[in-house]
């Protein structure tokens, strides 16, 4: 059984740094694309960052590039995603996701991804 476990969140102020970690289990193999997406109450979630299986893909969203980066360790099969210069508007639940093992590349579509884990609250402010 796969289960993804996200760490990291908090509160923080504007324009401190945060690191989440996700870390998975229950898969022998790390060649899968992973992401990150966020939720705020009443919206969609939405896709913050991907990294291909073997990370040499990355994608952002608009809003977050320049200010967050992501990566994975496969041998600890953990991804993170370290966020800087945090903006009140980056206040939601993030929730770390992963591919199947037939897809190793990079995407920023919820619909790509099967398994979620419970997700972790960030909360910036002002």
């Known amino acids: 059984q796969v289960q993804l476990v996200e760490s990291g969140g908090g509160l923080v102020q504007a324009g401190d740094s945060l690191k989440l970690a996700c870390k998975t289990s229950?898969?022998?193999?790390?060649?899968?694309?992973m992401g990150w997406f966020r939720q705020v109450s009443g919206k969609e979630r939405g896709f913050v960052a991907s990294?291909?299986?073997?990370?040499?893909?990355?994608l952002y969203a608009d809003s977050v590039k320049g200010r967050f980066t992501i990566s994975r360790d496969s041998a600890r099969k953990t991804v993170s995603l370290e966020m800087n210069s945090l903006k009140p508007e980056d206040t939601a639940v993030y929730y770390c996701?992963?591919?199947?093992?037939?897809?190793?590349?990079?995407?920023?579509?919820?619909?790509?991804?099967?398994?979620w884990g419970q997700g972790t609250q960030v909360t910036v402010s002002s």
């Open positions: 996701a992963s591919r199947s093992l037939l897809y190793s590349g990079a995407s920023n579509n919820t619909q790509s991804y099967v398994y």
């Open positions: 229950g898969r022998t193999s790390s060649a899968y694309g």
């Open positions: 990294i291909s299986g073997g990370g040499a893909e990355v």
